[in-house]
């Protein structure tokens, strides 16, 4: 297993998200008031990006910026057509003040 650090806390602030990439993987790591999830930045539609659109922090649910797909940020599990199938989670942990995702 690998670990990507994300960076400081201070600079992924509550209600937002940030892509980051590990070789040819994108992943999204977002700040739901505290908590840290991390998904896969690709809608399970038809692979476009998933992360670089809009998200309901209060909900906790990304938004497909294709084609309005709605996918639960903790889970990866898909809530509306057109996607069908979960994208991929990752751990998230806090150390040392440093947002950092395990990637398998």
């Known amino acids: 297993m690998a670990e990507l650090t994300v960076g400081p ?9 940030k ?5 040819e993987l994108a992943i999204g790591v977002y700040n739901l008031d505290g908590s840290y999830y ?3 930045d690709r809608c399970s539609h038809d692979d476009g990006p ?3 659109g809009d998200f309901d922090a209060d909900e906790g649910v990304a938004i497909c910026p ?7 940020i903790c889970t990866g599990r898909p809530l509306s057509l057109p996607a069908v199938f979960p994208v ?12 950092k995702v395990t990637i398998a």
């Open 66 to 72: 294709r084609h309005g797909a709605r996918i639960e």
């Open 88 to 99: 991929e989670t990752f751990p998230v942990r806090v150390e040392d003040g440093l947002v």
């Open 50 to 52: 998933l992360c670089e």
């Open 38 to 40: 991390a998904i896969e």
């Open 9 to 17: 806390v201070e600079e992924l602030p509550p209600g937002e998200v």
């Open 19 to 23: 892509i980051v990439r590990a070789g």
